[in-house]
């Protein structure tokens, strides 16, 4: 399916598109994914809320994956079950090609999750065992001998969306795994290996007993990936930080220095000059790395200054301004979301 993808994508665009929603969904019904993760999906994949109505309840969730305010649903939906159906919201209100067949996918998606004739509850998978945090160290052992992976071994874990394009495809135990940020791809693979996707994260080194960190430091890279032309995204250039922002909370916005940064990030120039000043070691270093005059760079330092509370071109205040940089980037990543094709 990817290689078909990619030779598709040079020749019809579109239709390249429309295979990578059916290869999501299809992800997705193999993985068992929640009627929630479905939505997001959808959701995402459009860059729309999608709703859902059974019986008289109404879900809708923006393509972030996070739950909006129930509201009556739009004349036209997609009939799932006589009590079920579903839509993309569209202020337009008309819907395209792509969003057709997101919706057709959706519902089959919905028919299978929501078949009341299952008679048992699907099994947690081996990859999602393997990868939760609160998974115990004999039951991750035991899911590791079952995938293949040797207890003694040292690995790392990698994360795409599911609509990602892969040009060098991962060796190893590989599925689709629920995040509080929706579904991904996610695939366990040598220390050395060299998968290529657009776009990937890719994790730190770790053992069996702690691979749950590896996953949480590649969707950590994940969601920094500046973009679908740029390489993989790896947590080792990132250093500790990278397991540092794996373990904390996204919804800290009472943080003051992270509110400041949000407040400079208003300014049309506000992200690129904080990048250029984070990365830089000098503000001349920073004119250079932003494409601006030292002049120019110097005065968006002082209103920086001033709205930060503190210099950011300190030791310590380069430290504080990196970090809630890095905080704000994760909380605003869209790279989880589907772009189609214009």
Same mark, same amino acid.
């Given at each position: ?146 995938? $293949? ?53 890719? $994790? ?35 250093? $500790? ?73 300190? $030791? ?27």
């Amino acid at each position: 399916m990817q290689e078909l993808l990619g030779r598709l994508t040079a020749l019809d665009p579109a239709a390249s598109q429309s295979l990578r929603v059916i290869a999501c969904f299809d992800e997705l019904i193999a993985g068992d994914v929640g009627v929630h993760g479905l939505l997001s999906a959808a959701a995402a994949l459009s860059g729309r809320p999608v709703g859902l109505i059974r019986g008289r309840v109404v879900t809708r969730i923006d393509p972030r994956g996070e739950p909006l305010e129930s509201s009556l649903p739009p004349a036209h939906v997609h009939r799932v079950f006589d009590d079920v159906a579903v839509w993309i919201e569209d202020a337009a209100d008309d819907t395209t090609d792509l969003d057709a067949i997101i919706l057709e996918r959706l519902a089959l998606a919905l028919l299978i999750r929501l078949d009341t004739k299952r008679t048992s509850t699907v099994p947690p998978r081996d990859m999602s065992v393997l990868l939760d945090r609160s998974t115990p160290g004999i039951d991750r052992r035991e899911v590791a001998a079952r995938l $293949g992976l040797a207890a003694n071994g040292r690995f790392r874990v990698v994360a795409a969306p599911l609509f990602a394009t892969w040009t060098h495809h991962p060796r190893g135990p590989e599925d689709v795994v629920a995040t509080p940020f929706g579904p991904v791809h996610a695939a366990v693979v040598a220390i050395d290996a060299t998968p290529v996707a657009s776009p990937l994260g890719i $994790g730190s080194i770790a053992a069996i007993d702690d691979i749950d960190r590896s996953f949480r430091t590649a969707m950590i890279a994940l969601r920094l990936h500046g973009g679908s032309s740029d390489g993989p995204s790896r947590a080792d250039d990132l250093g $500790g930080l990278a397991e540092m922002l794996a373990d904390l909370p996204d919804d800290r916005r009472e943080d003051g220095d992270q509110a400041a940064v949000e407040l400079v990030t208003l300014h049309k120039w506000g992200a690129s000059t904080i990048d250029a000043l984070v990365r830089a070691g000098s503000l001349r270093e920073a004119a250079r790395i932003a494409g601006v005059h030292h002049s120019t760079m110097t005065d968006r330092t002082e209103i920086i200054t001033a709205t930060l509370g503190f210099d950011p071109m300190s $030791g310590i205040g380069r430290t504080r301004l990196g970090l809630a940089f890095l905080r704000w980037r994760l909380r605003t990543s869209r790279v989880l979301e589907f772009t189609p094709a214009s």
